[in-house]
């Protein structure tokens, strides 16, 4: 696969290119490496290499985050601070 290379342009936000080439600055690489990195993982996976979806969650969760919201407003529930008390009174 060596050989020859070609440029391609990518539109993409400011905020979001600043943010990658953080990320991929940190882990020792640019942006066109990563990019090749990901374009490479695709061929040898024949797919994107990572689930993409809205991540909407089903009714249970939307149900239980509900009943967090309700028990974090409800002042006569015990809240803990620190682990020990924590488990302290699930052993009682």
Known sequence: MAGSTTNI??????????QAD???NE???N????????VRQSLRE???????SL????????????EAERIAKDPN?????DMPRLFADLDA
């Open 9 to 18: 342009s990518i539109r993409m936000d400011a905020d979001l290119k600043s």
């Open 22 to 24: 953080t990320l991929f």
């Open 27 to 29: 882990l020792g690489m």
């Open 31 to 38: 942006l066109s490496t990563a990019f090749n990195i990901f």
């Open 46 to 52: 024949g797919r994107i290499p990572f689930d993409i």
């Open 55 to 66: 991540n909407q969650p089903n009714a249970e969760t939307i149900e239980a985050m509900r």
């Open 77 to 81: 529930v015990k809240g803990y601070t």
